[in-house]
Each structure stands twice: as C-alpha cells, then as structure tokens.
C-alpha cells in the first residue's frame, strides 16, 4: 500500500521549518506507576510510613523509568512536567502562586499541597471537578481579590533538568492561562478570566525560563479552545498567544487542543507567531478543517490521530490516509495521540489473562507509542517501512468485525419490542404518597450513598480468593461477617435508610461489568480517577446482557438482618459506559439502552424479594455531557431515557434513588429533574450547597439530599458544622423532602473516621429536626 501523499515535499518542508520540528510524540503520560507504586507512596508518606524524602525518591524513579522507555520507544519529542503528586491543575496553582489563602500558613510545601488537595483538621480542600468530559477529576482553582499571581517555577524546571540529563528530548508541559483561569471558580464575584492579563508575564517570564534550562519546545495546554466561547473570548486567545510569543529568548511554543474540535479557535491561533498546534483528529476535527486555514501552512501540525481516551487499536490504514491528506495544508507534520495517555492503562503486557482475540483488538498507553512510531516512520520512509505493523492491524480489525459476540439478537429484539410507557412511572406525588405509607420514615431521614470502607480484612480476602487460597463458600461467608458490621453499626448510630457497605465489590462499574456478557475485565489496567484513586475500567466489546441476578442474594442477606430499609445498590446506565472504555462501532445510546435494560431486570428481582428502596447511582451523567452546546439536547435526551427505562420496571411504592457527585451541575439541572428519582442526593459540601439554587430554579420538586460532608478529605466534620449546612439546606427545600446523608460513597475512608462523621451527622439532624 502507498500513501497517497509526496514524501519528498514534507521532507522538503522539514528541512526549512525556522525551528526544528519533532515528528512522534504523545500530549502527555501518565503518573500513577505501571503497578500504582505512587498511589502506595503517596498514602504510606500520608499515613506517617515513610518522610517525604522517600516519596520523592519514589516519584523521580517513576519518571526516569518511563522518560527513557518513551526516548528508546522512538518518541523524538517527550513530554515532561505532567507528573503530579494530586493534580496538574493544582500544580499550575502552585505555579502561579495561587493556592487559597487558608493553607498559606503551612510552611511545608508539601504539606501545604496536600492541604489544598485534600484538606487537613480546620482546612477546607478545594473543590473538585470533572476534567472536561473524562473520568479525571481535578481540584478548581480560587480567584479571589487577595489572590496575588506569583512564579514559582522550581517543579517544572527540576523535572526538565532530569529529563535532560537523561538524553530525553524533553518538553515542558504546562495547562495554557486560558483554560487555567476558565476552570477556576470566581469568590468575591471575581470574574477569573479578567485576570488574565496578570498571568501572560507570568508566562512570557517562564518560558524565558524554560528556554534558559536547555527547553526547545513547550506545550501549554488549551483544551477549553475545543468548548463554546464567545468572539471576545477567541479574540483573547489570539492576542494572549501573541503576547507570548513576543517573549524574547522562548523556546518554540506548542499550543495543545483536545478532547474536541477548536472550530473558530484554530483560525484565531494560526494568526499568531505560535510555533506548532495540536489537533485531536479522533473527535470530528477533519483534514478539510486544516485545509480552510492558509496560516497553518507555515505551522507545525501535531496530529492527534491516535486516540489517548479510548483502548481500541488504531485503523493505521485510516489515519495514514488522514495524515497524507494534512501533507499539503501544513508548514510540517507531526503524529501523536490525541490527548494525553492519562486515560489509558500503562501496556498490555499485564493483560496475560484476556480473551486472546479481545485482546488483538486492543491499544494500551505502550501500544499506542508504538502506533505513533509506526505512523511517523511510514511518513518518514514509506510504508513498506512498517509493512508488518499494516498487516498486523488489519488482521485485528478484520477479527473484530466479524466476532458474533458483537451482536445478541435476543437483547436487541426485546428492546425493539418495549411499548412507549416502557421508561414512566406515576406521577411524583401518588408515588409519594404510597411511599410515605410504606417506609414510614421520619423528618430529614438519615441515609449513606452505599459503600462502607474497604478495610484491610476485605483486600486480604479479594487477594485470596484471586490466589485460590479460599473457596468462594469462605469467601461469601466473610463478607456477610462484614455486612453484619455495617449493619449493625447503621443501627447503633441511628441511621434510617440503611445500606449493606458493598465489601463484595471491588467497583462500583467493574462489579457489575463482570457480571454482564459483552463486557471484559482486566487484570492490571490501572487509571486514576484523582488523587491516589486508580479505577480499572472494564471494556464494553459487545451487545450486553445480564446472565443472572447480581446483587440480590447480597441486598436481601442485609435486609433479613434488620427491621429498617436496606437500599439496594445499582450503578446506572450512563455511569457505567462513562467509567468503561466502550465500543466504538455503534452509537453510544444503543449501548446505553443495553445497559439500562439489564439493570431494570435486576430492580425487578429486588423487588421482589422484598426490597423497598432501590438506589441507581449516576454520578457520570454530567460527565459525559458534550463540550458544544449543538451535541448536548441528544445527549441529555437519550442519557435520560436509558435512566428512566432502567428504573421504571417497579411499582410506584418501591422508591427510586439516585447520586450524582463532583461535577458543575448547573447545565444538567434540567436533565437531573427529568430522571424523576424520587430522590437525588447530590454533591454540595465543597461547593457549599450552591446546587440547591440551580434546582430550586429548575422547579425541583423530589427528594434530594445535597451532602452535609465531604468524603474526599479525612477530616471529621463536628455536629456545629452539619447542622448549619442542614440549615442552609432547608432554607432551599422544605423539610419534607430534604435528606441528610454524606457527599459520596465511604469506601475510601477509615472506620474510625467514618464511625464518628456518621454519629455526628446523625445527632445533627436529630437537632435539627
């Protein structure tokens, strides 16, 4: 096969390009360790094992391992600077010098980083958010009238300095001002965004800085150029990109969009001295795009046609053909993923156990280098370069489009036979009235979200049941030991709506995707979520059916312990494709009725078997909202209806919950009402109950309870500090429909801490009621 496309022009280009061009890269690494050795690090130095000295020892071996293994894999540009200890929107804080004033009094930066991130005793943390439309959370960012903008560039130019004394050819790796400033929160009506010019010599100073340390190239990081701006705010991308490119000693700049198209973004960049862009090829940004900008020509274009967020293996065909159609519109041409491989798993060399033609199809954060690798050498040398590597993928894509497991007849016709009242219930108020009358329950019930800590008892058994050490009979017997704490622990606090703390599940998405054909699991692929939370998101590869009941044997084992309700606990529809990587060969709201079908079946069985409350956890749904406003009404369409036809099997008596956490919720608010829960507890800690103005204008009228406490910090809250949030709470929502319960799930807490927030939470709204 030939590329359609005249080598000898773009080598031709290259040789006149005023600053040199690279040709492979990728926008960025993960941190965490191939085998999470920093999530252990990082929590042995919380937990007082080892000093600090030890965690950066750990950290620097970490990135020297993975630095020299992308240089060997033939990347000949690297980025540096994407490691983080939390966040790297929280190291760009530091950067700038604009933590919050409440931890400024903590002399160890160290500390004063965690203290930021995670709070400490009297130390609220930052709040934190979805990183765009991924399952990465980042902490947001205070702009306040005492923020005070100052450089401390110590950590981006220490990780470059052993970068280069490694051989790598580094490049620093920094979030653009822009995206900064739009992902901070304004206090004191502080609009970010009119702080930016405070920032751009800020930046101008750092990349001197930069160049000075041995820097050819940066990247500064502008994902918020792929969402809806207005023409002012293009037109201030333009001129901030102008600003610095006037910085006098910078090294070439690198502007990295992703996750979406940059639309009118990309023209407004091209008109500035900017040295490269990168566009993400893999989410409707199309080679005709580039041709419809003459000022590119003069550009380096980083073509992100290897996608960093998904795990499928690359159409290498394809994205030589994108790729030989971008020779002509471009100054020079580079190949790189998409995004950066924070999303995906280290390598697939762990994954020894996987079904060997799933895994043929497959593409982890290694794979991907490799598939850059091979797409630039075939740009450099043709493709009979990389004639193997051709053959190997067509063969793969070839295996995946004729696997029967892709298509179930069975599930697909039962959904083509669901009448039009299939996702309905009664109105709210009759549902009730009915559930009034059953569960019988007091003012300002108490309630959790439905995981309990996953103590070390819990791991040892997973880990030996994996190992063959214990049966599954023993296995079983020692979780309803555990489910009997829990229970009895619910009990002796006072709480009202009890949960069984879910010790069977190792996640709330991987639990349920074992369970369910059309899905796989993987052993060791590892991504963060935040912080030191690692999720192993499971595959969707097929058509989905649920093979048998999943939760009921351990739900009605809880029930039978206790007078009180036990909720039966179900991820949604939604959340589970949002936190697995999913099939990419048909829309994601088939898909997403496939789901919701499974998990209606599995509500019915618990009702069955006498359970009365049932809750179907959707924390993702904002998510995997599109970033352009022209996406957004079909997805929040179908996202609602997959919710809806899940949880719409059971009777009116039967009360229907939902969660959702930890993302902006003001342009969902809408899409929350229409689920039609009968209760939505909801993130409100961090953001101090802001969210219940955004459903009081919505015309809100369910149950909801906005968290009382935030999980996320180890910290206590004292019973002052919930009553007033009750209180603020009720001055939102009338009593009878306000529930008090934590932020989010308890699993990554400790018992003790646990025991006394839940004993504080509860005496609360004891005072409150």
């Known amino acids: 096969m030939a590329v359609p496309c005249d080598f000898e022009h773009w080598r031709l280009i290259v040789t006149v390009t005023s ?12 941190r965490i360790g191939p085998r999470r050795e920093l999530k252990r690090a990082i929590e042995s130095y919380w937990a007082g094992r080892i000093d600090a000295a030890e965690l950066h020892g750990v950290a620097k071996t970490l990135r020297s391992d993975q630095l020299t293994a992308l240089r060997a894999a033939g990347l000949d540009s690297v980025p540096v600077g994407t490691f983080s200890y939390y966040d790297q929107v929280l190291d760009t804080a530091v950067l700038l010098g604009a933590l919050p004033p409440r931890v400024a009094g903590i002399a160890d930066p160290l500390e004063r980083y965690f203290a930021a991130a995670r709070g400490a005793e009297s130390i609220e943390p930052l709040e934190m958010t979805k990183w765009f439309d991924t399952n990465y959370h980042y902490l947001v960012p205070e702009i306040g009238s005492d923020t005070t903008f100052s450089l401390h560039p110590e950590k981006i130019l220490d990780e470059l300095r052993e970068a280069l004394e490694l051989g790598v050819p580094a490049r620093p790796v920094v979030v653009g001002p822009l995206t900064f400033l739009k992902l901070a929160k304004g206090i004191d009506g502080v609009a970010p965004l009119s702080r930016l010019g405070e920032l751009v010599p800020l930046y101008r100073e750092l990349l001197r800085q930069l160049a000075a340390a041995g820097a050819e190239w940066v990247q500064l990081d502008e994902p918020v150029l792929v969402t809806d701006l207005s023409d002012d705010e293009i037109a201030l991308a333009a001129d901030t990109y102008a600003q610095l ?68 293996r ?21 190949v790189s993923t998409s995004s950066s491989l924070l999303h995906v798993p280290y390598s697939l060399s762990a994954e020894t156990d996987l079904d060997p033609a799933l895994r043929s199809w497959l593409a982890f954060g290694a794979e991907k280098v490799a598939e850059v690798r091979s797409l630039a050498t075939a740009l450099r040398a043709g493709t009979e370069a990389v004639a193997d590597e051709l053959a190997t993928a067509r063969a793969a894509l070839a295996s995946r489009r004729q696997d029967p497991r892709l298509h179930n007849e069975t599930v697909r016709a039962r959904l083509d036979s669901l009448g039009p009242d299939a996702d309905r219930r009664a109105p709210a108020e009759e549902r009730r009235v009915l559930q009034r009358e059953r569960l019988d329950l007091p003012p300002l019930p108490t309630t959790t979200i439905g995981s309990y800590p996953q103590t070390s008892a819990i791991r040892k058994a997973r880990a030996a049941l994996r190992a063959n050490e214990i049966g599954v009979e023993e296995y079983n017997r020692r979780m309803r030991a555990e489910i009997d704490a829990v229970i009895a622990l619910q009990e002796r606090l006072g709480l009202d709506v009890l949960v069984h703390g879910e010790p069977e599940r190792n996640d709330m998405v991987q639990y349920f995707a074992e369970q369910l054909d059309g899905f796989a699991a993987t052993a060791n692929g590892w991504v963060q979520s935040y912080g030191t939370r690692c999720v ?143 209760v939505t507890s909801i993130e409100a800690a961090r953001s101090r109950m802001e969210v ?78």
């Open 536 to 678: 192993r998101p499971p595959i969707l590869y097929g058509d989905v059916v649920r093979r048998e009941p999943m939760t009921v044997e351990w739900i009605s084992y809880a029930q039978s312990l206790t007078d009180k309700p036990v909720k039966g606990m179900l991820t949604g529809p939604v959340t589970i494709l949002a936190w697995s990587f999913v099939r990419d060969d048909q829309p994601l709201a088939d898909s997403a009725r496939q789901v919701a079908l499974a998990i209606r079946d599995e509500t019915i069985d618990l009702q069955s078997a006498g359970i009365r409350v049932i809750q179907v956890d959707e924390p993702a749904l904002r998510e995997l909202l599109p970033l352009r406003a022209e996406a957004k009404p079909d997805y929040l369409d179908w996202s609602v209806r997959a919710f809806r036809l899940a949880t719409s099997g059971v009777s009116d008596a039967t009360q229907i919950h939902t969660h959702l956490c930890y993302s902006e919720f003001g342009e969902v608010i809408d899409a929350i009402a229409a689920l039609d829960a009968d």
């Open 314 to 334: 690359t159409d290498l065909d394809q994205a030589l053909g994108t790729l030989g159609t971008l020779l002509g519109s471009t100054g020079a041409l580079a």
């Open 692 to 769: 219940l103005d955004d459903l009081n204008a919505a015309g809100f009228h369910l149950g909801v309870g906005p968290g009382v406490y935030d999980i996320h910090s180890p910290r206590v809250p004292s019973v002052e500090e919930i009553t007033t949030s009750l209180r603020a709470a009720l001055k939102a929502v009338p009593a009878d429909r306000l529930w008090v319960n934590p932020d989010c799930g308890l699993k990554t807490r400790g018992p003790a801490e646990v025991e006394a927030a839940l004993a504080n939470m509860v005496q609360a709204a004891n005072a409150v009621r």
């Open 19 to 30: 600053r040199t061009p690279f040709t492979a890269t990728v926008l960025g690494i993960p």
């Open 245 to 312: 490119t006037q910085a006098p000693q910078r090294p070439a700049i690198l502007v990295a969009t992703y996750f979406g198209r940059p639309g009118a973004a990309l023209a407004a960049l091209a008109g500035t001295e900017i040295d490269a862009i990168a566009v993400d090829f893999t989410r409707g940004t199309t080679a005709d795009d580039i041709a419809a900008i003459p000022a590119l020509a003069n550009k380096l274009l980083v073509a992100g046609v290897v996608n960093g967020r998904n795990v499928w």
